[in-house]
């Protein structure tokens, strides 16, 4: 478990309410955070998805579990390679590193809207929990990753090359998420 909710931050209200569809690009995105075993030591991947068509838009993975080598890398990513218009909505689980003061303080940099998850419902975030069951039983659980060299390695092919490129998704009519709506 990687949600670190019991804390003293803001929390604010779910924008989404279970509603995962998003009919043009970088207006939605949703991100959470999951563990990755190396005989190293854990890893922390960090995924943002569009809502529009699942792409993953951004990621990090550190070795830490706060905002600063998590969430913030990972949206500076997304924000990066994207550029979304003012009011996007950015929807995360109740999580310490969405919740404090540096990441909301990049969000509003970014004019983006935060949304967060009602406590103790992972349904609210189901759209990312499914990328990671995905992305787990596809690879991670196949995988003896001996450095954690190795598994970011791993990782950054199976989203860059695999998942984003060439993977078929079902929500998307079987269609591969960087090709969807073009």
Same mark, same amino acid.
């Given at each position: 478990?990687?949600?670190?909710?019991?804390?003293?931050?803001? +929390?604010s209200p779910n924008l989404l309410n279970q509603d995962f569809h998003s009919d043009q690009p970088n207006k939605i995105w949703v991100s959470?955070?999951?563990?990755?075993?190396?005989?190293?030591?854990?890893?922390?991947?960090? +995924?943002?998805?569009?809502? !529009?068509?699942?792409? +993953? %838009?951004?990621?990090? $993975?550190?070795?830490?579990?706060?905002? #600063?080598?998590?969430?913030?890398?990972?949206? %500076?990513?997304?924000?990066?390679?994207?550029?979304?218009?003012?009011?996007?909505?950015?929807?995360?689980?109740?999580?310490?590193?969405?919740? =404090?003061?540096?990441? *909301?303080?990049?969000?509003?940099?970014?004019?983006?809207?935060?949304?967060?998850?009602?406590?103790? #419902? =992972?349904?609210? #975030?189901a759209v990312v929990e499914s990328f990671f069951r995905t992305l787990k039983?596809?690879?991670?659980?196949?995988?003896?990753? %001996?450095? *954690? @060299?190795?598994?970011?390695?791993? $990782? !950054? @092919?199976?989203?860059? %090359?695999?998942?984003?490129?060439?993977?078929?998704?079902?929500?998307?009519?079987?269609?591969?998420?960087?090709?969807?709506?073009?």
């Amino acid at each position: 478990m990687t949600t670190q909710s019991k804390h003293t931050h803001p +929390v604010s209200p779910n924008l989404l309410n279970q509603d995962f569809h998003s009919d043009q690009p970088n207006k939605i995105w949703v991100s959470d955070i999951t563990y990755i075993w190396t005989m190293a030591g854990w890893l922390y991947l960090t +995924v943002i998805l569009d809502l !529009f068509n699942r792409q +993953v %838009v951004g990621w990090s $993975i550190s070795r830490r579990l706060t905002a #600063n080598t998590t969430t913030i890398p990972a949206l %500076v990513d997304a924000f990066q390679r994207h550029h979304p218009a003012k009011g996007l909505i950015f929807h995360s689980d109740l999580g310490v590193q969405y919740a =404090c003061y540096e990441f *909301r303080k990049k969000l509003s940099e970014y004019k983006m809207i935060q949304s967060m998850s009602s406590k103790g #419902n =992972c349904y609210d #975030n189901a759209v990312v929990e499914s990328f990671f069951r995905t992305l787990k039983t596809e690879l991670v659980y196949f995988e003896k990753y %001996v450095t *954690r @060299e190795q598994a970011k390695l791993s $990782i !950054f @092919e199976y989203i860059e %090359v695999f998942y984003n490129r060439q993977r078929l998704h079902s929500a998307l009519g079987y269609q591969i998420p960087a090709e969807f709506g073009q």
